[in-house]
T-cell receptor, first 112, second 115 residues
Framework: AQSVTQLDSHVSVSEGTPVLLRCNYSSSYSPSLFWYVQHPNKGLQLLLKYTSAATLVKGINGFEAEFKKSETSFHLTKPSAHMSDAAEYFCVVSDNDYKLSFGAGTTVTVRA | ETGVTQTPRHLVMGMTNKKSLKCEQHLGHNAMYWYKQSAKKPLELMFVYNFKEQTENNSVPSRFSPECPNSSHLFLHLHTLQPEDSALYLC??????????????FGPGTRLTVL
């Protein structure tokens, strides 16, 4: 069985400051892990993906995430937030088939 | 954007209406998916098609009827819906055939409101 817990339902940051979105997962196998972003009235866009290669994964728009097996975590970070980063972010886990398990989402607001 | 298009983008229907949602992918993928995104709830997988064959029906009520005429097109036929079916319906596609952890690419969604 697989599941994801996003530890924060809402994160608010000032423009130019770091962003941290926390995600813990549960998986019976060696999982694939994803972060997706959804801007208002848009579909989901892939930010990055981990598939058992390098534990530090770099994605689009300056985001990166680190896979920590011992902590069952896959936190998403960005060193400097931009106004355009305001959106909802989903952490997603997949075991060995096509089924994705989505977290409940973290809404990010960026203050000017 | 992502190579997956959905029409219409917005749909308002009465409970006695029949309507269809359409999804088309231009990525050469062979698996397609329907998801439901309701407010305050995680995305729910509804149906999966691999090579035009339905491989997953996640206990979806029969008032939702999917159709996959080819690997590029996916429909969701709606009839006798309930107000609680109001949600954002997302289509996705991936390269995976019989399974796998390939990336799913999502369309922009259809915002459905049932009156």
């Amino acid at each position: 069985a697989q599941s994801v817990t996003q530890l924060d339902s809402h994160v608010s940051v000032s423009e130019g400051t770091p962003v941290l979105l926390r995600c813990n997962y549960s998986s019976s196998y060696s999982p694939s892990l994803f972060w997706y972003v959804q801007h208002p009235n848009k579909g989901l866009q892939l930010l990055l993906k981990y598939t058992s290669a390098a534990t530090l994964v770099k994605g689009i728009n300056g985001f990166e995430a680190e896979f920590k097996k011992s902590e069952t975590s896959f936190h998403l970070t960005k060193p400097s937030a931009h106004m355009s980063d305001a959106a909802e972010y989903f952490c997603v886990v997949s075991d060995n088939d096509y089924k994705l398990s989505f977290g409940a989402g973290t809404t990010v607001t960026v203050r000017a | 954007e992502t190579g997956v298009t959905q029409t219409p983008r917005h749909l308002v229907m009465g409970m006695t209406n029949k309507k269809s949602l359409k999804c088309e992918q231009h990525l050469g993928h062979n698996a397609m998916y329907w998801y439901k995104q309701s407010a305050k709830k995680p995305l729910e997988l509804m149906f999966v098609y691999n090579f035009k064959e339905q491989t997953e029906n996640n206990s979806v009520p029969s008032r939702f009827s999917p159709e996959c005429p080819n690997s590029s097109h996916l429909f969701l036929h709606l009839h006798t819906l309930q107000p609680e079916d109001s949600a954002l319906y997302l289509c996705a596609s991936s390269q995976a055939g019989a399974g796998g952890r390939d990336t799913q690419y999502f369309g922009p969604g259809t915002r459905l409101t049932v009156l």
